[in-house]
Each structure stands twice: as structure tokens, then as C-alpha cells.
């Protein structure tokens, strides 16, 4: 078989979690710093970001060989859709916490999330609403990674009903 029919070999779960978290981590300096998406997709995906200064030298802050398509498709999606995800990210908030109150990198969690149900039907819904928990957990310690499942689910079952 010549190498242009070889099939490409799919994505672990663990590549496709890596990616989920490094477009969150897209998305939230996209909206921090303000710069250009393609710049920051770039950056991300030649994996020019800065990694933690405390952590030893040879910390990465995703594997070097995350599922780079997902990445580029959450955040491209979710940037094309945004004002609707930002809707959809309003509806499944109780009234009395707009999402005005909520931090940059929680907005991240969930416009990413809702962007992937809203874009990536292939993948059900339970393993997406996990591992947003999950990047939300490695956020935050408190009811955060809750509400991210509380909203998630709630906006899925709109969406995938």
C-alpha cells in the first residue's frame, strides 16, 4: 500500500482531552489578550505558548501530539458561533448569575463545550460534558467544575434532543 492510502491513525481519548483543554486555553487568550484567533490558533498549534514558570523544564503544558484538528474545529467553531453559544451559554445560567459575573476562564470552559455539541456531532455528548469537567477541575477546586456540568448538560439536551 503507497504511503498516500494509508490511513491516518485515529486519536487516543487522551489527544482529543488534550486538545479540548488547549482550545480552552485558545479561547480564554483570545479573549484576554485580544489578539487575532489565527495568530493565537498558530501559536498554539506550533506550540509556541508559554509554559509554567515553576514547573520543572521539561513540562509541557499539553502533549506534544494532541489531536491538533479537534483543537483547531472547537476553537474555529466556537469563534464563528460565538454570539449564538454566548446565548446558549445565557439560557442554561440561573437569571440570577448572567454571564457577565462569571470569570474569563469559566466563559472558556463553556463556549468551548457548547461550540463542540453545537459542532461535533460525531461525539456523544457524555464524553464532551467530561472532559470540560475535567479541564474544569483542573482549574478550579471549588462548585465551578458543577455549574460547567450543570449548564453543559442542560444546553446538550436542547441541542441533541
Known sequence: MSEALEKVKPSSPAQKSAARMAAVQALYTIDYTGNASGT?????????????VDAP?????????????????????TLA??????DMVAGGLDPKWP???????????LRAG?????NNAKTD????????VNVAH??????????????LDKVSKSLRS
Open 114 to 118: 457548547v461550540g463542540e455539541l453545537l
Open 99 to 109: 454571564m457577565d459575573r462569571l470569570e474569563k476562564i469559566i466563559k472558556s470552559i
Open 40 to 52: 493565537t490558533v498558530q501559536d498554539f498549534l506550533q506550540r509556541n505558548m508559554p509554559v509554567d
Open 125 to 132: 455528548t457524555a464524553i464532551i460534558i467530561n472532559d470540560y
Open 81 to 86: 458561533r460565538q454570539k449564538d453559544i454566548d
Open 57 to 77: 523544564k521539561d513540562n509541557k503544558m499539553w502533549p506534544e501530539d494532541f489531536d491538533a484538528e479537534l483543537f483547531k474545529s472547537i476553537v474555529d467553531g
Open 138 to 151: 483542573g482549574f478550579f477546586a471549588g462548585k465551578e467544575p458543577a455549574l460547567v456540568n450543570a449548564v
